[in-house]
């Protein structure tokens, strides 16, 4: 099983926050891959934390399992991974109406930085998987991944920044601008994109968005570095 993020490890260390175009894309695949990037950058102690894991009942596998499965998989070492929920909710929507029909409150900014905090203190590498894309509300307050990006930065890593994966196909390009525009808007420190579930046999079209993607450059002419494509079926094999 290949690392295709294998050219992310040096952006790899403190709090990495993995956020999306859309739901589905492959954050929890592109955060499994960073981690495998990062333990081969030889970080020994490597956490992934999922502020709200919503559509999973007590005892399902929600998504920090996928990334321990991918992990182990690709040989890393169960004591080298430390996974943490903030919480889950049992309908598979966004986090504010998942919290009213399982009638309990969301937690806050706040309690999540203060959990990424505690995870930072003994590892080297804390992922942060947001739920859905850049602008979903986690905490019923109206705050997203960006605010919990910009807490993050204020109170417990100044160097944090976020990975956008997004699907290499129809409509990529778009998804990918208007949630880089959001990020840049809040001052969010972009570290690069990630294209999720790249297909074993490309079309024109699917190379031209990979193009595109690559060549992107932030408002202040810095560019924007493609982190690598996930092959589809990653993580399924050897
Ligand atoms: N590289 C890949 N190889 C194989 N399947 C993939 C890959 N990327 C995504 N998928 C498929 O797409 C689905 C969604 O991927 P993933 O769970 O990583 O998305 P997500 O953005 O984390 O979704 P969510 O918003 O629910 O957290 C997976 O269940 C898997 O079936
Ligand atoms: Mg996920």
Redesign the pocket.
Known sequence: MGN?LARAAELLTGVVV?T?T????????????LALAGCSAGRRRIAVY?PV???VLPGDSG?ID?VARLLAAAGVPSDLLTTAEGQRLSAPMAPPPAAAIDQVPLLNLDDHAERVAALLSDHDLVLV?????VLVELDGQGRNIADLTERISRDVDPYVGVVL?GRPDLGTLNHTLLSLEALYRRGVRVLGTVL???PSNPQILHETNRDYIVNIHAEDGRSIPLLGA???????VG
Do not use: F, L, R
């Not at 859309?22 to 891959?33: C, N, P, Q």
């Not at 998987?129 to 894309?133: D, I, K, R, T």
């Open positions: 295709p993995v999306g859309d739901t589905d894309v492959g954050k929890t695949y592109a955060t499994a891959a999922k894991q919503t559509g998504d996928d998987e947001g739920s859905g894309g994966v999720g579930s790249w996930i092959p589809k079926g990653w993580g399924s």
